[in-house]
């Protein structure tokens, strides 16, 4: 937390949660237990499906790919037309469950209309499935055991951390209920000790909701939803949000919190971009590294 003084006037500014700070750091943690591992015999492999060629996905998958390659992991990239069925994918899928050089699966999201994308996540080997969309891995989940987590929650776990020491009776809000991001955020956040509610867009009273917030997360897919006075002094503010704005003649992305009016009540708050995003190829990669280890029976490298 500081302040910025202006005229003699004290203004409190949040601390910036520097994601992709948080993010290289992991990524040269995550390079070391690779080489770690290749001196133990082993390297972790990585598939990637991409059906069809929706922009955004585009992106995130050759990033995806890019980082594994640094990373020192096999890489194995798939990217099939949007005219592909729904069959010859569960083909794909199972051949990647069979082979022994995959570690990990992950098939991009959203996938064509045409095809049932839990019938294609419920086909991926649980073990392989590092991206912990798995209906055997969200229930493990939810009953604390260990599981693959989704990576964007894990991403924002380890944000919250290096704000907040000690989460034990924290209250925690979310702000939106996905499966890949509120949910299991909300499971992880309890699995911490922490007193967490879940809002969405049935809450009544969203702004009082969001006030009790020790730490908040937005996770809403709505353009600066969460302002400045919604936040508690002094809470942790975690943004999800992904939203295209073109502003002063430029694309930009924007999160679901007002910044300019959070930064001046939040303790901490982590920015868009450069916040949640950067983290969560580096959470895919910490994923498919423990699911190697796991299916190979060997002691993982990483601390958790
Ligand atoms: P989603 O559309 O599946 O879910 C949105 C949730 O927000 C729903 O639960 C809905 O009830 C709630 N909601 C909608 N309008 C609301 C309102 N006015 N008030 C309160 N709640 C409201 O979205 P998602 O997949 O969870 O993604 C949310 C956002 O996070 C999107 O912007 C997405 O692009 C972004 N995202 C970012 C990353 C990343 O790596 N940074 C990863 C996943 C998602």
């Known amino acids: 937390m500081n302040s910025s003084d202006i005229k003699g006037v004290q203004k409190h500014v949040a601390t910036i949660i520097d994601g992709a700070a948080v993010a290289a750091r992991l990524h040269s943690d995550l390079k070391r237990a690779v080489e770690n591992l290749a001196e133990r015999g082993l390297t972790p492999g990585l598939a990637v499906v991409l059906v069809g060629n929706d922009p955004a996905s585009s992106v ?28 010859d994918l569960l083909c794909l899928i199972d051949r990647l469950n069979a082979a022994d050089d995959v570690d990990g699966i992950l098939v991009q999201l959203p996938l064509p209309a045409h095809i049932d994308a839990q019938k294609v996540t419920a086909a991926i080997d649980p073990k392989k499935d590092v991206d912990g969309f798995h209906p055997i891995n969200v229930g493990k989940l939810s009953l604390g055991d260990s599981a693959s987590v989704p990576c964007t929650p894990l991403g924002c776990m380890l944000l919250i951390r290096e704000a907040r020491s000690r989460l034990a009776g924290l209250n925690a809000v979310i702000v939106g209920r996905s499966n890949i991001v509120g949910k299991p955020l909300a499971q992880l956040l309890l699995r911490e000790n922490c007193t967490v509610t879940i809002a969405h867009s049935k809450t009544e009273d ?50 679901d919190v007002d910044f300019a009016s959070a930064s001046a009540i939040a303790g901490a708050l982590t920015p868009v971009p450069g916040g949640v995003g950067p983290m969560t190829i580096a959470c895919l990669l910490r994923n498919t590294i423990e699911a190697a280890c796991r299916r190979h029976g060997v002691a993982s490298p990483i601390e958790s």
């Not at 995130?60 to 890489?75: D, L």
């Open 60 to 87: 995130y998958v050759r990033n995806k790919v890019r980082r594994s390659v640094e990373a020192g992991f096999r890489s194995f990239h798939h990217e099939l037309p949007s005219t592909t069925g729904e069959k």
């Open 206 to 255: 969203l702004p009082s909701v969001c006030r009790r917030a020790d730490i908040l997360v937005a996770a809403v897919g709505q353009l600066e939803l969460v302002r400045g006075e919604w936040i508690k002094p002094g809470a942790t503010v975690i943004d999800v949000g992904i939203n295209r704005v073109e502003r002063d003649g430029r694309r930009k992305l924007v999160g």
